[in-house]
């Protein structure tokens, strides 16, 4: 093996390293901080000049940004830059933020990395640590093989809030933390992701009488309720996959699902719960503002609820706690998913499928707000939001080779992708 391969070799145990320590620091909401940190450590080591961004609270105050989880102090963005202020101009992004992992049932500590059978387990491993692992290796490799490539600007920056309400990466825009062109290290399974639908987080609560048990039959328990809001919802979910049809989203069965996350009622087994809670997740069509999402939404729940003596005199209320994401979509055709297709086909042999998901990520802003070109890439995962979620690390090496390419590229054709 030569000099390359053995460097190659170790700058991919360096990435897997990173990974580890990355996916050892759990990232939920709120508790951002120390992976923050991690990623802040290995900028600097690759040479990029690295700032903590902080999130004003202003960013959430109205749609498209979402409804803050928490208070946004001590929970920074993290900025690195390299040649800043020259043109042309990158961005990668990628978020640290992890959904909530219930250990019981993984067959591991989710926060404790496992590497088995070419993959590595552990919460925010695929979704999208690994993915962030890709673009640092491929950082990397470029700054060793081809250091004269990176002639622009390149930026990587690290949010937080992505899988709640994406006012991390807005904040960031907002700053000024922009490129040319955006790349987000999503898991895509090595393929481009272009679009996505609109999705709204709304909590619906019903209220109740509370009393103790042995009054029950006198009270109203607010769970007895919950059945009429889920058909409610699935009215909805039904109604919006049948009539609002997008060309774009054609080949998604149904891309507009609609998703209860959790129920929560009630302290005392021997007591009546005041009030039950439903969180919702919506997706919704890209010709809706989010506005007009939670108002189908609350129409569809009142309209079931007249049904019901007790709802019909105390209506449910929604509103919204979370994301207030639009719809967006890249053009399949445009010169960077073309580029980032060449760049991939390049190093492996085949072109990349180019695809959509009844979901959302970041690149929404920097499409919709911003102006600026932006898609997914990244390595590919499994059980992702699930047990056992994983990353194939093969997969991060590729990845890196085909954006190692792709950002030589970039910088060589002068910023047009």
């Not at 830059?81 to 990628?94: A, C, D, M, T, V």
């Not at 937080?160 to 987000?184: K, Q």
């Not at 507009?256 to 997706?283: H, I, K």
């Not at 085949?350 to 990244?378: I, K, M």
Request: glycine share 12%; proline share 7%; net charge negative.
């Amino acid at each position: 093996m030569g000099r390359g391969g053995r460097r190659g070799l170790a700058e991919s145990e360096t990435a897997f390293g990173f990974l580890a320590a990355l996916v050892a620091a759990p990232s939920t909401v709120g508790a951002e901080r120390r992976a923050q940190e991690i990623v802040a450590a290995e900028l600097d080591r690759l040479g990029f000049g690295v700032s903590f961004l902080p999130v004003p609270a202003e960013t959430a105050a109205e749609a498209p940004a979402g409804v803050a989880q928490l208070s946004y102090q001590g929970r920074p963005n993290v900025v690195g830059r390299l040649n800043p202020g020259q043109s042309p101009s990158l961005l990668l992004n990628g978020h640290v933020d992890v959904v909530p992992a219930e250990a019981a049932v993984w067959s591991s500590d989710p926060f404790a990395p496992v590497r088995a059978d070419g993959w590595l387990v552990g919460r925010g491993a695929g979704d999208m640590k690994g993915g962030m692992a890709m673009g640092l290796l491929a950082v990397a490799a470029l700054r060793r093989a081809m250091p004269d490539a990176l002639t622009g600007e390149l930026t990587f920056v690290s949010v937080i809030e992505e899988e709640c309400t994406g006012n991390g990466t807005l904040a960031a825009a907002n700053a000024g933390v922009l490129g040319d062109a955006v790349l987000l290290l999503e898991p895509t399974g090595l393929d481009l992701l272009l679009g996505g639908v609109g999705v709204l987080w709304v909590e619906i609560e019903i209220e109740g009488v509370p009393a103790h048990a042995e009054s029950a039959d006198r009270a109203v328990n607010p769970i007895g309720c919950v059945p009429a809001v889920l058909r409610a919802l699935a009215g909805f979910e039904a109604e919006i996959n049948e009539t609002a049809g997008d060309p774009a989203f054609a080949a998604v069965a149904r891309p507009y699902n609609v998703n209860v996350g959790t129920v929560t009622a009630g302290d005392w087994a021997s007591s009546v719960p005041a009030r039950a809670r439903l969180r919702v997740r919506a997706g919704f069509p890209r010709g809706w503002a989010p506005e007009k999402a939670l108002a189908a939404i609350r129409d569809a729940v009142l309209r079931e609820a007249a049904a019901d003596p007790w709802l019909a005199a105390h209506p449910p209320v929604i509103r919204p706690v979370g994301f207030r994401a639009e719809g967006y979509l890249l053009d399949a055709g445009h010169p960077l998913a073309d580029a980032l297709a060449a760049a991939h086909a390049s190093v492996h042999g085949a072109a990349p499928r180019r695809f959509v998901l009844g979901s959302t990520t970041d690149a929404r802003y920097y499409l919709n707000q911003f102006g600026r070109p932006a898609l997914a890439y990244g390595p590919a995962a499994r059980n992702i939001h699930a047990a056992d979620e994983a990353v194939e690390l093969a997969s991060i090496v590729r990845g890196s080779q085909a954006l190692t390419r792709f950002i030589a590229g970039f910088f060589g054709r002068d910023g047009q992708p």
